[in-house]
């Protein structure tokens, strides 16, 4: 079983990584649990934008893979482990897995964000039967079909057009007036013309009985509710942080984010966090590596010499 670690870092994706490489790099022993699926939210991204080195875009299943890749050879223990919560012990941290608990001496929580639910009728049944998150694995199979994606950011925009690339049409579901996403993605949103945006329309209800039929929208230009016929749904609605293991002992704001001081510090003292599951996060894959690395400094350096 696992023994004790300087640093133990929870979260197997770009920021948990880069967390574990650098801790490692500094001569800590290093833990990463990466959870089920190492990677996180960029491993089934086709191409990364805006990542510093890949002008052409990386894709994240390459990308992720290398950088665990990085951290195995410079000496950090990589495992498919969950945390599930943390206690104090000993002046350090008491790190409980699905597989039995590790004593660190600090802690870096990189456990990141999974997607938000829309919370309307039809979502729970028809999960997996074309609702999806992920345009580049479900995008193939639905050549030819109109889809809709709910939201209007970076996600749901990349996505969109991820999708366009082999849908005949793919509707953009709004709830705002105007996109919010990155302005490269609204321009060649715009200029996509597979790409139909709908603003100030909400989803009342995703509809069909064995697989998406079709959803029901509210719009500004119908009192009443309409149905449009799409074959699969992708809501991109923003990010719910993976804050649980760790929300007892740090402070998180009202999403539930963990909140850090400047130097990736949180309330509790050890305990360092990186990447999308921090308030204010950047949201950028960019930042979530660098903050990884930061938070790795900062753990060497609480831990002195
Ligand atoms: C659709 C989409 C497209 C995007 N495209 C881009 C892009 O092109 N360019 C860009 O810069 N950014 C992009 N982003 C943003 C980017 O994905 C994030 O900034 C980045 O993934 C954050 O990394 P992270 O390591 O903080 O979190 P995550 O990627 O969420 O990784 C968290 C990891 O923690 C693990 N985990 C969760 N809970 C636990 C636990 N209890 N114990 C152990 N491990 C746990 C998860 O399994 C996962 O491996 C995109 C995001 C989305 C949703």
Redesign the pocket.
């Given at each position: 079983m696992l023994d004790g670690y300087d640093i133990v870092v929870?979260?197997?994706?770009?920021?948990?990584?880069?967390a574990g490489l650098t801790a490692a790099r500094l001569g800590r022993s290093a833990l990463v649990?990466?959870?089920?699926?190492?990677?996180?939210?960029?491993?089934?991204?086709d191409?990364?934008?805006?990542?510093p080195g890949f002008p052409e875009?990386i894709a994240?299943y390459e990308l992720c893979p290398s950088l665990q890749e990085q951290a195995d050879a410079a000496g950090a223990e990589v495992v498919a482990?969950?945390?599930?919560s943390v206690a104090e012990r000993n002046g350090g941290w008491q790190v409980t897995?699905d597989e039995g608990d590790v004593d660190a001496l600090a802690l870096i929580v990189?456990?990141?964000?999974?997607?938000r639910r829309l919370g309307v009728p039809g979502e729970d049944r028809l999960l997996g039967h074309g609702i999806s998150?992920c345009?580049s694995c479900d995008g193939p199979l639905l050549g030819g079909a109109t889809v809709a994606v709910v939201g209007g950011g970076?996600?749901?925009l990349?996505?969109a057009l991820t999708l366009a690339e082999t849908a005949a049409k793919v509707i953009v579901l709004h709830r705002g007036e105007g996109l919010d996403g990155q302005a490269s993605y609204r321009l060649r949103v715009e200029a996509q013309p597979a790409i139909e945006i709908r603003y100030g329309t909400l989803v009342e209800e995703i509809l069909g009985a064995e697989r998406v039929e079709g959803v029901r929208v509210r719009g500004p230009a119908t009192e009443s509710a309409t149905e449009l016929e799409v074959a699969a749904v992708f809501p991109?609605v923003g990010?719910q942080p993976?804050s649980?293991?760790v929300s007892e002992h740090v402070g998180v704001d009202d999403r539930g984010a963990v909140r850090t001081n400047g130097g990736l510090a949180t309330s509790a003292d050890g305990i360092f966090a990186?990447?999308?599951?921090?308030s204010r996060?950047?949201?950028?894959?960019?930042?979530?590596?660098g903050?990884?690395a930061a938070a790795a400094i900062a753990a060497d350096e609480y831990l002195g010499r």
């Open positions: 929870a979260g197997g994706g770009v920021a948990g990584l880069t649990l990466t959870g089920v699926v190492p990677g996180g939210l960029l491993l089934t991204i191409r990364v934008d805006g990542f875009g994240g482990l969950e945390l599930t897995t990189a456990t990141g964000a999974r997607f998150t345009a970076d996600s749901a990349q996505e991109f990010l993976n649980e293991p990186a990447g999308v599951v921090r996060a950047a949201g950028r894959a960019a930042a979530a590596t903050e990884g």
